[in-house]
């Protein structure tokens, strides 16, 4: 179904230009330092709006260095149009102080994240990981952009892009675990390549994953989900850790965070489809 596009789009999407993250394959295995960053800035503009609100109440004599309460907001309580970093002094970047983006945090990659209700719940339920979703849609992204500002959360990034290739936007090993939910099927064969489990997207996948990490797939779609099934047997480097043909029904976790596709299948009374893949190289 055509999506409207929404009023003022542009403008809106402005508006979270903190959470939004353009030219993605600038930051090619420099992503754990680019939400570090993001949320070092989110600090800063909280601070000063902070600053600013309370030197509006101050009679003009006491407005001395020593009399100015310190700012005290949380990333959490951030303004959600946050300042470019070019207009903030560079002394004010302490990124080094920022969590919870620490070298080592983990972090998750959905592709496809529409609307951003699961992804948005992952990372409210995992504060120190760090979730990035990408979708390629402007008008969709928009919503998610809208979801993760109501959360409030440090940990959670989208990009407005569409991936040709996953190589392109990150380094080897960079991604502890990729989401796949409800991608576009693509059921006529002359599509295959454009399937997001295609074998050649597999063996992206694999590199920009750890060894041990995983690939979670979710779809309603009988066909596509044999179709993934086949290709992550046939492509090395797989191993299928949890495969359902009824989540809902097999008590697995995956079933917990659902998608807005999900709910509405589940509501249908469809099968959804579920594979677990472990990388093993």
Same mark, same amino acid.
């Given at each position: ?7 003022? =789009? ?12 353009? *030219? ?6 420099? $992503? ?18 902070? #600053? ?44 080094? #102080?920022?969590?919870? *983006? ?29 979730? =990035? ?7 969709? +992204? =928009? ?18 892009? =569409? +991936? ?21 099927? $693509? ?5 295959? #390549?454009?399937?997001?489990? #295609? ?41 299928? *850790? ?25 509501? $249908? ?7 677990? *893949?472990?990388?093993?190289?």
């Amino acid at each position: 179904m055509r999506q409207r596009k929404p009023k003022n =789009l542009q403008e809106r999407l402005d508006a979270y230009k903190h959470l939004l993250v353009k *030219a993605p394959e600038q930051h090619k295995g420099e $992503w754990r330092a680019m939400f570090r960053e993001r949320a070092a800035q989110r600090q800063n503009a909280g601070n000063a709006g902070n #600053a600013e609100a309370g030197a509006g109440t101050l009679p003009q004599a006491t407005l001395g260095a020593g009399t100015l309460p310190q700012a005290t907001l949380g990333v959490g309580a951030m303004p959600r149009a946050a300042l470019a970093t070019s207009t903030l002094p560079p002394a004010t970047l302490d990124v080094e #102080a920022m969590p919870p *983006a620490a070298p080592e945090a983990e972090l998750y990659l959905e592709i496809g994240a529409g609307k951003g209700r699961f992804l948005t719940a992952k990372a409210a339920a995992a504060p120190d990981s760090l979730f =990035l979703g990408i979708e390629g849609r402007d008008g969709i +992204v =928009l919503r998610a952009l809208e979801k993760a500002g109501a959360m409030g959360g440090a940990n959670i990034l989208f990009s407005r892009h =569409l +991936v040709r290739s996953a190589l392109d936007i990150f380094a080897h090993g960079e991604i502890d675990g990729l989401y796949l939910n409800f991608s576009d099927p $693509w059921p006529k064969p002359r599509h295959e #390549a454009m399937r997001l489990t #295609a074998a050649a997207r597999l063996d992206e996948y694999k590199k920009i994953l750890k060894p041990g990490g995983f690939i979670e797939f979710k779809t309603d779609n009988k066909d596509f989900f044999e179709f993934t099934y086949r290709k992550m047997i046939e492509v090395q480097g797989y191993e299928l *850790a949890e495969v359902s043909t009824s989540l809902q029904k097999s008590g697995l976790p995956a079933r917990l965070v659902l998608t807005e596709y999900e709910e509405r299948f589940i509501r $249908w009374e469809r099968d959804i489809y579920f594979i677990c *893949a472990i990388i093993s190289e």
